[in-house]
């Protein structure tokens, strides 16, 4: 089973976090956002004089890459309204790094599209829901399901998911989506799109929006559906886990992420500032950082019952839920079913 966003194999991501190296960055160019998701970690999405100039965007990418980043994940705000993202895309690819788009297609036409095919860039563009209105509610949106929809339909056009050319859709778990979920899987499947189901991460908006949450048996429930789904109609196999569906997370071994003003955390969910790419370079931040290296160390730093779970040795929760709901990114996941369901050991 592959790790991290489908890509990096177990032992690719063992060796990178012994040596210190990064196999991937996530950074945000910009917060603007056109939509107002209800589950959005992002709390301010208005214009910032402070956000990073197209040069300190390049400089940090060309830093991750020095210390091995071999695919840059494109964050926000929404990626596909920034005004300079075809020069950043080109940037990316003549530097012989990987991309991969998180959009809620607002801004991917038909030239974008053409534009990521011919980079073979990797997109992934927000669904929630296949009903229009339920989409738009979620999205915060009027009509941000038929945005959606024509980004599809553009991408489509350019080639995806054909001739190696990878979509998936991000979506996220929520009280009002989760029961056309094992059927959206299923079609997406059909479709060769990849599945990017998660469970909403505690922060901001979603605090804000407590209607969204479902339980932990309900989400046991869905994963065990999915995982069935896969295996039967698929052949694909996985075991159940949150917090990705049919994936695993352990971004902290070789990741990170830096915000559009340049602060580099370990991950949207971890909102814990360790640097500034301002003030020091972006290999000094990573190694000097006591944080990273708990989480790096997780097997022995990590508390609670994910300490003692049988499944401890592959899986560490999600740490982004444990940091909001606990304010302590090493303790145990409340938002596992293994835990709030009684499962792990005490």
Not at 318 to 343: K, V
Request: include cysteine; charged fraction near 20%.
């Amino acid at each position: 089973m592959q790790i991290y966003n489908l890509e990096f194999s177990e032992e690719e991501v063992r060796q990178a976090a012994a040596a210190g190296r990064l196999l991937s960055m996530e950074i945000e160019f910009s917060r603007l956002c056109n939509f107002r998701c209800t589950y959005c970690y992002v709390d301010e999405r208005g214009p910032n004089p402070a956000e990073l100039s197209l040069e300190e965007i390049q400089d940090v990418v060309l830093q991750a890459k020095a210390l091995g980043a071999r695919k840059i994940i494109i964050l926000g705000g929404e990626p596909s309204i920034y005004p300079r993202l075809p020069e950043m895309l080109n940037f990316l690819a003549d530097n012989g790094l990987a991309i991969e788009l998180f959009t809620n297609g607002s801004g991917v036409t038909s030239g974008l599209a053409q534009l990521l095919a011919s980079l073979q860039a990797r997109v992934v563009l927000k669904l929630n829901s296949r009903n229009p209105e339920l989409q738009d509610q979620l999205a915060g949106k009027k009509g941000a399901h038929t945005i959606i929809a024509q980004a599809l339909a553009n991408l489509k056009d350019a080639g995806y998911p054909e001739n190696g050319l990878f979509l998936a859709l991000s979506t996220v778990i929520c009280r009002q989506n989760i029961v056309e979920l094992p059927e959206m899987w299923r079609w997406l499947r059909q479709e060769g799109i990849e599945p990017y189901f998660e469970v909403i991460t505690p922060q901001a908006n979603a605090i804000e929006n407590s209607w969204l949450n479902v339980t932990g048996a309900e989400l046991k429930t869905l994963f065990t559906e999915l995982a069935a789904i896969d295996h039967g109609c698929f052949d694909r196999v996985w075991e159940p886990q949150p917090p990705l569906v049919g994936n695993r997370c352990m971004r902290h071994q070789v990741s990170c992420l830096v915000t559009a003003t340049g602060e580099v955390m370990p991950c949207v969910g971890v909102t814990l500032p360790i640097g500034n790419i301002r003030k020091e370079p972006l290999a000094d931040i990573l190694r000097n950082s006591i944080v990273m290296q708990n989480l790096k160390r997780y097997r022995d730093t990590i508390k609670g019952p994910c300490k003692s779970c049988e499944k401890a040795g592959e899986c560490y929760g999600c740490r982004g839920a444990a940091f909001q709901l606990t304010g302590d990114y090493l303790a145990s996941d409340p938002t596992c079913w293994r835990n709030c369901m009684g499962e792990a050991e005490t």
